[in-house]
């Protein structure tokens, strides 16, 4: 039957795999992080019709970072073995808090006497307490599977942030900055759920149907292949997955080795800093920075396309450590630039709103690659390229890495979250 046929899908260092389970694995990984990413990008087209205004970007990128503590009570609570009904749970609440949220977002609230968009706020943060905990529950899932699936998975969850971009841009009718849109935001939001739901469809084949299950192995069978090494350090390019590689590597890996995390500080450091600028200053200058709706649409837009060609990049070309402080500068500009025109208005003038949108996507792919590869680095051992396998002490080390990845996203977002509502610099 053509459902059995096997290819080989990892350039002959390893077994053929089922190509239907394969493209059921890119499916599946669409459910990770499709809500937050196709927020923000249609956030453009409603804010102005929100009491926050721009102000909402700060408030969504604290609740974001806010989330965070529901995989860290599922992480330190999690029953033994597959949690296949919490990543069904998982899904299913992805779906209807995604679908709630876009039938609901003109709800406002009185908070403290204040106008809140309250229904957005908390289901954009359930949704991102969705999309935390699948990178909890995604990779130690694929990793029962053949190593080539790791690489399917990882194309899944790379490309959220491309359908959101299509999906936008059908809704735009493919002019940007346009206010006729071919149908409502509520629609959109439903398009997002109807996302979730096919991963969670295809979830439910791969673990329940017998042409899927062919493609198993036994845990510590079948990872030391170039491309499952390769891929599961890649995947770390978004900012909540790297606790998931650190989970996924500590239960497959049985190597020792010394722990190299005082060797890593700069790049623990870095990550933090790097963190802090991708999830928490970027996000919330940004409407300040670019006002005017079609430049703003291509950067977020295009910047949501290249964050995953960075994290690829990564694989095939590792920085050295000077050339990746080089790069720090460079995005650490690109990002300084958009802070100082959402404050200086003069700086948007002219072709300044170009330079700020080439500003915007280009740290968009730096920030992603720097990253990753930072990753990478941190992920090997000491010893040489040898050493790459999966162990306690790179382990130990991405779980370190994951912490300061959190905690620079959770100052970063606050400290804007403060500057916005009462510092006052900020001016259309």
Known sequence: MASHEKVDLGGGRGSPVNRWVYALFIVFGLGSWITINGLFAELRLFSDDLPEKSQIYADLGLAIQVANIVPLIYSTFRPPGTPVRATTAVLVVGAVAIAVTGALWKHTTMIAGKETSAALIGGVFVSAAVDCTTTLLFWPFVAEFKSQHVTALAIGEGSTGIVATL???????????????????????????????????????????????????????????????????????????????????????????????????????????????QN??????????????????????????????????????????????????????????????????????????????????????????????????IKRSPRGPRAAEVGPSSSLSLFRAGACIQSGSFVGAMTMWLVVHYAGIFHY
């Open 167 to 277: 999906l936008v841009t059908i809704q735009l009718r493919g002019k940007l900055g346009t206010d006729n849109l071919l149908f409502p935001v509520s629609v959109y939001f439903g398009l997002m759920a109807g996302v979730v739901l096919l991963s969670l469809a295809a979830f439910g084949i791969l673990v329940n149907q017998p042409f899927a299950q062919a493609d198993r192995v036994q845990i510590g069978e079948d990872v030391g292949s170039p491309t499952y090494e390769r891929l599961l350090n890649a995947e770390s390019d978004t900012d909540n997955d790297v606790d998931t590689i650190a989970m996924s590597t500590g239960a497959l890996g049985r190597h020792r080795g010394k722990d190299p995390n005082r060797k890593h500080l700069r790049l623990f450091l870095m990550l933090a800093w790097l963190s802090a600028m």
């Open 280 to 377: 928490g200053i970027k996000p919330a200058v940004m409407p300040y920075a670019i006002t005017d709706s079609a430049t703003f649409e291509l950067a977020q837009l295009a910047g949501l396309c290249v964050d995953p060609v960075g994290g690829v990049v990564a694989l095939w070309l590792i920085p050295t450590v000077s050339v990746q402080v080089f790069l720090g500068f460079i995005w650490t500009a690109c990002v300084g630039s958009l802070f100082a025109a959402a404050v200086v208005s003069d700086l948007r003038e002219g072709r300044g709103g170009a330079v700020l949108a080439a500003a915007s996507i280009g740290s968009s792919f730096l920030l992603s690659y720097s990253k990753a590869s930072a990753l990478l680095r």
